[in-house]
Protein backbone atom coordinates (compact mmCIF):
# COMPACT_ATOMS: atom_id res chain seq x y z
CA UNK A 1 0.00 0.00 0.00
CA UNK A 2 2.80 2.32 0.72
CA UNK A 3 4.09 1.77 -2.41
CA UNK A 4 1.43 2.30 -4.70
CA UNK A 5 0.93 5.76 -2.87
CA UNK A 6 4.50 6.57 -3.37
CA UNK A 7 4.16 5.72 -7.26
CA UNK A 8 1.11 7.62 -7.15
CA UNK A 9 3.09 10.64 -5.99
CA UNK A 10 6.10 10.36 -8.01
CA UNK A 11 3.83 10.31 -10.74
CA UNK A 12 0.94 12.83 -10.41
CA UNK A 13 3.05 15.10 -7.66
CA UNK A 14 5.04 18.72 -8.40
CA UNK A 15 8.06 17.06 -8.95
CA UNK A 16 7.27 14.63 -11.44
CA UNK A 17 9.11 14.09 -14.42
CA UNK A 18 8.08 12.32 -17.88
CA UNK A 19 10.26 10.62 -19.98
CA UNK A 20 11.82 13.56 -21.67
CA UNK A 21 12.98 14.72 -18.44
CA UNK A 22 10.50 17.72 -18.02
CA UNK A 23 8.48 18.95 -14.51
CA UNK A 24 4.80 17.82 -14.61
CA UNK A 25 4.56 21.18 -12.96
CA UNK A 26 0.99 22.34 -14.76
CA UNK A 27 -2.22 21.71 -13.12
CA UNK A 28 -5.35 21.58 -13.58
CA UNK A 29 -5.93 25.11 -13.31
CA UNK A 30 -3.52 26.59 -15.54
CA UNK A 31 -3.99 23.74 -18.40
CA UNK A 32 -7.58 24.93 -17.97
CA UNK A 33 -6.78 28.52 -18.83
CA UNK A 34 -3.85 27.86 -21.18
CA UNK A 35 -6.41 26.56 -23.44
CA UNK A 36 -9.56 29.25 -22.88
CA UNK A 37 -6.30 31.58 -23.81
CA UNK A 38 -5.22 29.50 -26.48
CA UNK A 39 -8.69 30.51 -27.71
CA UNK A 40 -9.01 34.23 -27.42
CA UNK A 41 -6.54 36.63 -28.97
CA UNK A 42 -5.68 39.54 -30.79
CA UNK A 43 -7.62 37.92 -33.47
CA UNK A 44 -11.15 38.80 -32.11
CA UNK A 45 -9.96 41.56 -30.08
CA UNK A 46 -8.83 43.52 -33.41
CA UNK A 47 -9.38 41.58 -36.35
CA UNK A 48 -13.25 41.08 -35.82
CA UNK A 49 -13.61 44.63 -36.77
CA UNK A 50 -12.42 43.62 -40.45
CA UNK A 51 -14.51 40.82 -40.58
CA UNK A 52 -17.47 42.40 -39.80
CA UNK A 53 -16.82 45.24 -42.50
CA UNK A 54 -16.79 42.24 -44.76
CA UNK A 55 -20.03 40.00 -43.82
CA UNK A 56 -21.73 41.75 -41.89
CA UNK A 57 -23.85 39.63 -38.79
CA UNK A 58 -23.63 37.16 -40.93
CA UNK A 59 -19.60 36.23 -39.33
CA UNK A 60 -21.44 34.86 -36.15
CA UNK A 61 -21.96 31.75 -38.70
CA UNK A 62 -18.63 32.04 -39.70
CA UNK A 63 -17.56 31.53 -36.09
CA UNK A 64 -19.77 28.22 -35.15
CA UNK A 65 -19.07 26.78 -38.65
CA UNK A 66 -15.26 27.30 -38.08
CA UNK A 67 -15.85 26.57 -34.77
CA UNK A 68 -17.02 22.71 -34.65
CA UNK A 69 -14.36 22.04 -37.27
CA UNK A 70 -11.57 23.54 -34.56
CA UNK A 71 -13.30 21.25 -31.99
CA UNK A 72 -12.71 18.15 -34.21
CA UNK A 73 -9.16 18.87 -34.82
CA UNK A 74 -9.14 19.09 -31.19
CA UNK A 75 -10.97 16.11 -30.36
CA UNK A 76 -8.26 14.34 -33.06
CA UNK A 77 -5.34 15.64 -31.17
CA UNK A 78 -7.26 14.61 -27.56
CA UNK A 79 -7.37 11.19 -28.93
CA UNK A 80 -3.73 11.64 -30.10
CA UNK A 81 -2.89 13.03 -26.57
CA UNK A 82 -4.40 10.70 -24.44
CA UNK A 83 -2.63 7.69 -26.32
CA UNK A 84 1.11 8.87 -26.04
CA UNK A 85 0.84 12.39 -24.32
CA UNK A 86 4.54 14.19 -25.00
CA UNK A 87 5.89 17.61 -25.34
CA UNK A 88 6.64 17.22 -28.55
CA UNK A 89 3.08 16.71 -29.80
CA UNK A 90 2.46 16.90 -33.20
CA UNK A 91 5.75 16.32 -34.82
CA UNK A 92 5.61 13.35 -32.45
CA UNK A 93 2.38 12.08 -33.89
CA UNK A 94 3.61 13.16 -37.71
CA UNK A 95 6.62 11.59 -37.49
CA UNK A 96 5.21 8.56 -35.82
CA UNK A 97 2.42 7.66 -38.34
CA UNK A 98 3.62 9.31 -41.52
CA UNK A 99 6.70 9.11 -41.11
CA UNK A 100 10.46 10.96 -40.08
CA UNK A 101 9.75 13.82 -43.25
CA UNK A 102 6.69 14.33 -42.32
CA UNK A 103 7.70 14.84 -38.17
CA UNK A 104 10.85 17.12 -39.50
CA UNK A 105 8.72 19.74 -41.44
CA UNK A 106 5.98 19.89 -38.78
CA UNK A 107 8.58 20.26 -36.09
CA UNK A 108 10.39 22.96 -37.43
CA UNK A 109 7.16 24.60 -39.29
CA UNK A 110 5.26 24.62 -35.61
CA UNK A 111 8.75 26.53 -34.54
CA UNK A 112 8.44 28.80 -36.78
CA UNK A 113 4.83 29.77 -36.66
CA UNK A 114 5.76 30.80 -33.16
CA UNK A 115 9.15 32.17 -33.16
CA UNK A 116 7.45 34.95 -36.30
CA UNK A 117 4.69 35.44 -34.22
CA UNK A 118 6.43 36.26 -31.05
CA UNK A 119 7.93 38.59 -33.17
CA UNK A 120 4.93 40.50 -34.35
CA UNK A 121 3.30 39.88 -30.73
CA UNK A 122 6.25 41.30 -28.94
CA UNK A 123 6.11 44.50 -31.48
CA UNK A 124 2.64 44.96 -31.69
CA UNK A 125 2.84 44.62 -27.46
CA UNK A 126 5.23 47.97 -28.02
CA UNK A 127 2.77 49.71 -29.98
CA UNK A 128 0.19 49.38 -27.38
CA UNK A 129 2.42 50.75 -24.74
CA UNK A 130 2.66 53.98 -26.92
CA UNK A 131 -1.28 54.65 -25.82
CA UNK A 132 -0.26 55.64 -22.59
CA UNK A 133 3.33 56.51 -22.73
CA UNK A 134 4.57 57.52 -26.36
CA UNK A 135 7.72 59.29 -25.27
CA UNK A 136 8.85 55.62 -24.52
CA UNK A 137 11.06 54.36 -27.51
CA UNK A 138 9.08 51.38 -29.10
CA UNK A 139 12.05 49.11 -29.20
CA UNK A 140 12.70 49.93 -25.75
CA UNK A 141 9.28 48.53 -24.39
CA UNK A 142 9.71 45.46 -26.93
CA UNK A 143 13.03 44.26 -25.55
CA UNK A 144 12.37 44.82 -21.79
CA UNK A 145 8.57 42.90 -22.86
CA UNK A 146 11.08 39.91 -24.36
CA UNK A 147 13.60 40.30 -21.60
CA UNK A 148 10.89 39.70 -18.99
CA UNK A 149 8.96 36.85 -20.60
CA UNK A 150 12.31 35.10 -21.27
CA UNK A 151 13.21 35.20 -17.99
CA UNK A 152 10.10 34.06 -16.32
CA UNK A 153 10.64 30.63 -18.94
CA UNK A 154 13.48 29.77 -18.04
CA UNK A 155 12.68 29.87 -14.16
CA UNK A 156 9.99 27.04 -14.31
CA UNK A 157 7.28 25.55 -16.19
CA UNK A 158 4.80 26.64 -13.33
CA UNK A 159 5.88 30.58 -13.42
CA UNK A 160 5.09 30.12 -17.18
CA UNK A 161 1.73 28.91 -16.47
CA UNK A 162 0.90 31.19 -13.85
CA UNK A 163 1.61 33.96 -16.35
CA UNK A 164 -0.54 33.06 -18.66
CA UNK A 165 -3.53 31.94 -15.94
CA UNK A 166 -3.90 35.68 -15.12
CA UNK A 167 -3.48 37.03 -18.84
CA UNK A 168 -6.02 34.87 -20.14
CA UNK A 169 -7.96 35.79 -16.73
CA UNK A 170 -7.46 39.44 -18.23
CA UNK A 171 -9.44 38.51 -21.42
CA UNK A 172 -11.96 36.23 -20.10
CA UNK A 173 -13.06 38.99 -17.89
CA UNK A 174 -13.17 41.59 -20.42
CA UNK A 175 -15.18 39.54 -22.59
CA UNK A 176 -17.75 38.29 -20.08
CA UNK A 177 -17.65 41.91 -19.03
CA UNK A 178 -18.81 43.17 -21.91
CA UNK A 179 -21.75 40.60 -22.36
CA UNK A 180 -23.12 41.20 -18.84
CA UNK A 181 -23.13 44.80 -19.76
CA UNK A 182 -24.60 44.37 -23.37
CA UNK A 183 -27.24 42.13 -22.11
CA UNK A 184 -28.09 44.93 -19.35
CA UNK A 185 -28.32 48.04 -22.23
CA UNK A 186 -30.26 45.53 -24.31
CA UNK A 187 -33.22 44.71 -21.26
CA UNK A 188 -32.81 47.50 -19.19
CA UNK A 189 -31.97 50.10 -21.85
CA UNK A 190 -29.19 52.33 -19.56
CA UNK A 191 -26.25 53.90 -20.86
CA UNK A 192 -26.46 56.09 -24.07
CA UNK A 193 -26.99 53.01 -26.43
CA UNK A 194 -29.87 52.23 -24.08
CA UNK A 195 -32.62 53.83 -27.30
CA UNK A 196 -31.24 52.13 -29.88
CA UNK A 197 -29.81 48.84 -28.92
CA UNK A 198 -31.54 45.90 -30.29
CA UNK A 199 -31.22 42.28 -31.31
CA UNK A 200 -33.01 43.60 -34.46
CA UNK A 201 -29.86 44.87 -35.64
CA UNK A 202 -28.49 41.09 -36.49
CA UNK A 203 -30.83 41.11 -39.39
CA UNK A 204 -32.39 45.04 -40.11
CA UNK A 205 -29.45 46.37 -41.62
CA UNK A 206 -29.44 44.77 -44.64
CA UNK A 207 -30.19 41.01 -43.26
CA UNK A 208 -28.52 38.72 -41.78
CA UNK A 209 -25.96 38.31 -45.12
CA UNK A 210 -26.28 42.09 -45.96
CA UNK A 211 -23.16 41.49 -48.58
CA UNK A 212 -24.01 38.02 -49.32
CA UNK A 213 -22.93 34.08 -48.60
CA UNK A 214 -19.75 34.71 -50.68
CA UNK A 215 -18.70 37.34 -48.54
CA UNK A 216 -19.53 35.50 -45.57
CA UNK A 217 -17.13 32.26 -47.37
CA UNK A 218 -14.11 34.29 -47.40
CA UNK A 219 -14.48 35.41 -44.11
CA UNK A 220 -13.68 32.06 -42.63
CA UNK A 221 -10.11 32.96 -43.43
CA UNK A 222 -10.07 35.83 -41.03
CA UNK A 223 -11.66 33.39 -38.86
CA UNK A 224 -8.99 30.58 -38.59
CA UNK A 225 -6.54 32.96 -38.21
CA UNK A 226 -8.15 34.10 -35.22
CA UNK A 227 -8.10 31.01 -33.64
CA UNK A 228 -4.70 30.24 -34.32
CA UNK A 229 -2.59 28.45 -30.77
CA UNK A 230 -6.06 26.90 -29.72
CA UNK A 231 -3.96 23.80 -30.62
CA UNK A 232 -0.85 24.75 -28.10
CA UNK A 233 -2.51 22.38 -25.26
CA UNK A 234 -0.93 19.90 -26.76
CA UNK A 235 2.28 20.67 -26.10
CA UNK A 236 1.57 21.05 -22.35
CA UNK A 237 1.00 17.36 -22.36
CA UNK A 238 4.75 16.57 -21.62
CA UNK A 239 4.67 19.24 -18.44
CA UNK A 240 0.84 18.46 -17.67
CA UNK A 241 -0.03 17.14 -13.43
CA UNK A 242 -2.10 14.07 -15.00
CA UNK A 243 -2.76 14.66 -18.68
CA UNK A 244 -4.59 12.04 -19.15
CA UNK A 245 -7.76 14.04 -16.88
CA UNK A 246 -6.53 17.55 -17.81
CA UNK A 247 -6.10 17.49 -21.19
CA UNK A 248 -9.53 15.55 -22.08
CA UNK A 249 -11.57 18.20 -20.03
CA UNK A 250 -9.66 21.18 -21.37
CA UNK A 251 -10.44 19.74 -24.75
CA UNK A 252 -14.32 18.99 -23.97
CA UNK A 253 -14.71 22.83 -22.55
CA UNK A 254 -13.89 23.84 -25.82
CA UNK A 255 -17.19 23.98 -27.47
CA UNK A 256 -18.92 26.67 -24.57
CA UNK A 257 -16.02 28.75 -25.01
CA UNK A 258 -16.00 29.52 -28.45
CA UNK A 259 -20.16 29.67 -28.06
CA UNK A 260 -19.40 32.62 -24.99
CA UNK A 261 -16.03 34.29 -26.00
CA UNK A 262 -16.97 34.53 -29.82
CA UNK A 263 -20.16 33.75 -30.83
CA UNK A 264 -22.10 35.58 -27.41
CA UNK A 265 -19.71 38.22 -27.63
CA UNK A 266 -20.59 38.95 -31.11
CA UNK A 267 -24.33 38.74 -30.77
CA UNK A 268 -24.35 40.70 -27.98
CA UNK A 269 -21.52 43.33 -30.04
CA UNK A 270 -23.40 43.71 -33.24
CA UNK A 271 -27.01 43.97 -31.32
CA UNK A 272 -25.53 47.06 -29.45
CA UNK A 273 -24.09 48.42 -32.70
CA UNK A 274 -25.45 48.48 -36.17
CA UNK A 275 -22.62 46.04 -38.53
CA UNK A 276 -22.47 49.46 -40.73
CA UNK A 277 -20.60 51.33 -37.90
CA UNK A 278 -17.73 49.16 -37.30
CA UNK A 279 -14.59 49.80 -39.16
CA UNK A 280 -11.41 47.75 -40.29
CA UNK A 281 -8.90 48.38 -37.93
CA UNK A 282 -10.78 49.06 -35.43
CA UNK A 283 -11.63 47.11 -31.94
CA UNK A 284 -15.31 46.05 -32.30
CA UNK A 285 -14.74 46.35 -28.23
CA UNK A 286 -13.99 49.77 -28.22
CA UNK A 287 -16.56 50.67 -30.63
CA UNK A 288 -19.31 48.75 -28.18
CA UNK A 289 -17.59 50.56 -25.35
CA UNK A 290 -17.92 53.87 -27.49
CA UNK A 291 -21.67 53.29 -27.89
CA UNK A 292 -22.36 52.35 -24.74
CA UNK A 293 -20.51 55.46 -22.91
CA UNK A 294 -17.57 53.74 -20.37
CA UNK A 295 -15.38 55.87 -19.32
CA UNK A 296 -11.71 55.24 -21.23
CA UNK A 297 -13.24 52.46 -23.21
CA UNK A 298 -9.80 52.77 -26.06
CA UNK A 299 -7.79 52.45 -22.68
CA UNK A 300 -9.22 49.41 -21.29
CA UNK A 301 -9.50 47.27 -24.69
CA UNK A 302 -5.87 48.60 -25.00
CA UNK A 303 -4.81 47.44 -22.14
CA UNK A 304 -6.77 43.53 -22.88
CA UNK A 305 -4.98 44.03 -26.07
CA UNK A 306 -1.87 44.46 -24.83
CA UNK A 307 -2.23 41.56 -22.78
CA UNK A 308 -3.20 39.51 -25.23
CA UNK A 309 -0.06 40.27 -27.48
CA UNK A 310 1.73 39.32 -24.54
CA UNK A 311 0.17 35.79 -23.38
CA UNK A 312 0.89 35.01 -26.95
CA UNK A 313 4.46 35.82 -27.10
CA UNK A 314 4.55 34.21 -23.73
CA UNK A 315 2.92 31.57 -25.00
CA UNK A 316 5.47 31.61 -28.05
CA UNK A 317 8.66 31.00 -25.89
CA UNK A 318 6.94 28.28 -24.02
CA UNK A 319 5.99 25.94 -27.57
CA UNK A 320 9.25 27.06 -29.16
CA UNK A 321 11.68 26.06 -26.57
CA UNK A 322 9.72 22.69 -26.09
CA UNK A 323 9.55 22.25 -30.19
CA UNK A 324 13.24 22.63 -30.57
CA UNK A 325 14.51 20.69 -28.08
CA UNK A 326 12.46 17.29 -29.43
CA UNK A 327 14.19 18.00 -32.65
CA UNK A 328 17.24 18.05 -31.30
CA UNK A 329 16.72 15.16 -29.14
CA UNK A 330 15.89 13.55 -33.01
CA UNK A 331 19.30 14.74 -34.18
CA UNK A 332 17.74 17.30 -36.47
CA UNK A 333 18.99 20.36 -34.52
CA UNK A 334 22.27 20.90 -32.82
CA UNK A 335 22.77 18.88 -30.22
CA UNK A 336 23.48 21.25 -27.42
CA UNK A 337 19.44 22.56 -27.64
CA UNK A 338 18.69 19.73 -25.52
CA UNK A 339 20.16 20.50 -22.19
CA UNK A 340 17.52 21.31 -19.68
CA UNK A 341 18.43 23.63 -16.78
CA UNK A 342 18.30 22.68 -12.90
CA UNK A 343 14.65 23.78 -13.12
CA UNK A 344 13.81 21.16 -15.56
CA UNK A 345 12.70 23.63 -18.34
CA UNK A 346 15.07 23.58 -22.06
CA UNK A 347 16.76 26.73 -21.47
CA UNK A 348 19.13 26.52 -24.68
CA UNK A 349 16.17 26.29 -27.06
CA UNK A 350 14.20 29.26 -24.82
CA UNK A 351 17.61 31.34 -25.37
CA UNK A 352 17.93 30.52 -29.47
CA UNK A 353 14.26 31.45 -30.04
CA UNK A 354 13.97 34.40 -28.39
CA UNK A 355 17.21 35.29 -29.58
CA UNK A 356 15.57 35.26 -33.39
CA UNK A 357 12.26 36.41 -31.80
CA UNK A 358 14.19 39.33 -30.90
CA UNK A 359 15.34 39.95 -34.28
CA UNK A 360 11.68 41.44 -35.10
CA UNK A 361 12.46 44.72 -33.11
CA UNK A 362 15.50 44.95 -35.49
CA UNK A 363 13.47 44.37 -38.60
CA UNK A 364 10.63 46.18 -37.40
CA UNK A 365 12.72 49.51 -36.75
CA UNK A 366 14.69 49.43 -40.32
CA UNK A 367 12.89 47.49 -42.56
CA UNK A 368 9.58 48.66 -43.81
CA UNK A 369 6.13 47.27 -42.54
CA UNK A 370 5.15 45.63 -45.74
CA UNK A 371 8.31 44.05 -45.57
CA UNK A 372 7.33 42.77 -42.19
CA UNK A 373 3.88 41.60 -42.84
CA UNK A 374 5.33 39.39 -45.45
CA UNK A 375 7.26 37.30 -42.81
CA UNK A 376 4.50 36.59 -40.35
CA UNK A 377 1.65 36.46 -43.12
CA UNK A 378 3.31 32.31 -43.39
CA UNK A 379 2.20 32.49 -39.80
CA UNK A 380 -1.29 31.42 -40.92
CA UNK A 381 -0.31 28.98 -43.42
CA UNK A 382 2.04 27.33 -40.70
CA UNK A 383 -1.30 26.89 -38.24
CA UNK A 384 -3.16 25.44 -41.35
CA UNK A 385 -0.48 22.86 -41.41
CA UNK A 386 0.14 21.52 -38.11
CA UNK A 387 -3.99 21.31 -38.10
CA UNK A 388 -3.81 18.99 -41.11
CA UNK A 389 -0.76 17.27 -39.55
CA UNK A 390 -3.02 16.36 -36.54
CA UNK A 391 -5.94 15.10 -38.49
CA UNK A 392 -3.98 13.03 -40.62
CA UNK A 393 -1.87 11.54 -37.45
CA UNK A 394 -4.91 11.02 -36.09
CA UNK A 395 -6.48 8.90 -39.09
CA UNK A 396 -3.39 6.73 -39.32
CA UNK A 397 -3.61 5.87 -35.44
CA UNK A 398 -7.87 4.85 -36.10
CA UNK A 399 -6.42 2.45 -38.22
CA UNK A 400 -3.48 1.12 -36.24
CA UNK A 401 -5.28 0.44 -33.35
CA UNK A 402 -8.39 -0.73 -35.11
CA UNK A 403 -6.19 -3.63 -36.57
CA UNK A 404 -4.82 -3.77 -33.00
CA UNK A 405 -1.24 -2.85 -33.63
CA UNK A 406 -1.70 0.05 -30.78
CA UNK A 407 -3.54 0.49 -27.95
CA UNK A 408 -7.31 2.23 -28.17
CA UNK A 409 -7.20 5.52 -26.63
CA UNK A 410 -9.45 6.68 -23.35
CA UNK A 411 -10.22 9.46 -25.32
CA UNK A 412 -12.03 8.67 -28.45
CA UNK A 413 -12.89 11.55 -31.13
CA UNK A 414 -16.14 12.09 -31.71
CA UNK A 415 -17.28 10.70 -35.17
CA UNK A 416 -13.98 8.49 -35.95
CA UNK A 417 -12.46 9.18 -39.49
CA UNK A 418 -15.21 10.94 -40.84
CA UNK A 419 -15.27 14.33 -38.57
CA UNK A 420 -11.19 14.35 -39.46
CA UNK A 421 -11.90 14.24 -42.94
CA UNK A 422 -14.58 16.79 -43.06
CA UNK A 423 -11.82 18.83 -40.91
CA UNK A 424 -8.87 18.52 -43.64
CA UNK A 425 -11.71 19.27 -46.79
CA UNK A 426 -12.69 22.51 -44.53
CA UNK A 427 -8.80 23.46 -44.33
CA UNK A 428 -8.29 22.79 -47.71
CA UNK A 429 -11.56 25.03 -48.68
CA UNK A 430 -9.79 28.46 -46.73
CA UNK A 431 -6.10 27.14 -48.31
CA UNK A 432 -8.23 27.87 -52.14
CA UNK A 433 -10.01 31.43 -49.82
CA UNK A 434 -6.60 32.81 -49.20
CA UNK A 435 -5.59 31.76 -52.94
CA UNK A 436 -8.59 34.22 -53.84
CA UNK A 437 -7.83 37.00 -51.82
CA UNK A 438 -5.37 39.38 -52.49
CA UNK A 439 -4.35 40.60 -49.32
CA UNK A 440 -3.32 37.32 -47.46
CA UNK A 441 -2.40 35.84 -51.37
CA UNK A 442 1.53 36.75 -50.01
CA UNK A 443 1.22 33.80 -47.33
CA UNK A 444 0.78 30.98 -50.41
CA UNK A 445 3.87 33.04 -51.80
CA UNK A 446 6.25 32.49 -48.53
CA UNK A 447 5.41 29.21 -47.98
CA UNK A 448 7.21 27.65 -50.46
CA UNK A 449 10.36 29.11 -49.41
CA UNK A 450 10.57 27.76 -46.25
CA UNK A 451 9.09 24.23 -48.07
CA UNK A 452 12.42 24.69 -49.76
CA UNK A 453 14.97 25.35 -47.18
CA UNK A 454 13.21 22.34 -45.21
CA UNK A 455 13.75 19.94 -47.88
CA UNK A 456 17.47 21.34 -48.43
CA UNK A 457 18.00 20.70 -44.75
CA UNK A 458 16.41 17.25 -44.89
CA UNK A 459 18.48 16.65 -47.53
CA UNK A 460 21.80 17.12 -46.03
CA UNK A 461 20.46 16.05 -42.55
CA UNK A 462 20.14 12.59 -44.39
CA UNK A 463 23.47 12.56 -45.75
CA UNK A 464 25.48 13.76 -42.73
CA UNK A 465 23.48 11.99 -39.74
CA UNK A 466 21.23 9.52 -41.73
CA UNK A 467 20.67 8.57 -38.02
CA UNK A 468 18.32 11.75 -37.44
CA UNK A 469 16.26 10.76 -39.76
CA UNK A 470 14.93 7.27 -39.26
CA UNK A 471 11.92 6.63 -37.69
CA UNK A 472 12.94 5.70 -33.85
CA UNK A 473 10.72 4.10 -31.51
CA UNK A 474 8.67 6.15 -28.78
CA UNK A 475 10.42 4.07 -25.99
CA UNK A 476 13.63 5.34 -27.64
CA UNK A 477 13.73 8.31 -27.66
CA UNK A 478 13.82 8.29 -23.45
CA UNK A 479 17.24 7.87 -23.82
CA UNK A 480 18.25 11.05 -25.07
CA UNK A 481 16.58 12.59 -22.90
CA UNK A 482 19.37 13.75 -20.44
CA UNK A 483 20.15 17.51 -19.16
Known sequence: MAEQLYD???????????????????????????AIGGAIGTGLFLGAGTAISKSGPSLILSYAVAGVVIFAIMRALGELLTYRPVSGSFAEYAREFLGPFAGYVTGWTYWLFWVVTGMAETTAAAVY??????????????????????AANLISVKLFGEIEFWFSMVKVTAIIGMILIGI??????????GDTASVSHLWADGGFFP??????????????????????VGVTAGESEDPQKTLPRAINTLPWRIALFYIGALVVILSLVPWTEFQPGVSPFVAAFGKIGIPAAAGIINFVVLTAALSSCNSGMYSTGRMLRDLALRGQAPKGLTTLNSRRTPAAAITLSCALMGLGVLLNAFVPARAFEYITSVATVCGLWTWAMILISQIRYRRAWTSGRLPAPTFKAPGGVWSSWAALAFLAMVVVLIALDEDNRISLYVFPCWAVVLVIGYQVLKRRRPEA?????PDQLRSGSGS
Do not use: C, H
Request: proline share 3%; aromatic share 10%.
Open 469 to 473: VDAVA
Open 211 to 232: KGIGATVMTLQIVMFAYLGVEL
Open 129 to 150: VKFWAPGIPQWASALTFLVVLY
Open 8 to 34: EEVRTGPAAQDEEGYQRGLGGRQIQMI
Open 184 to 193: GVLTLGFSDA
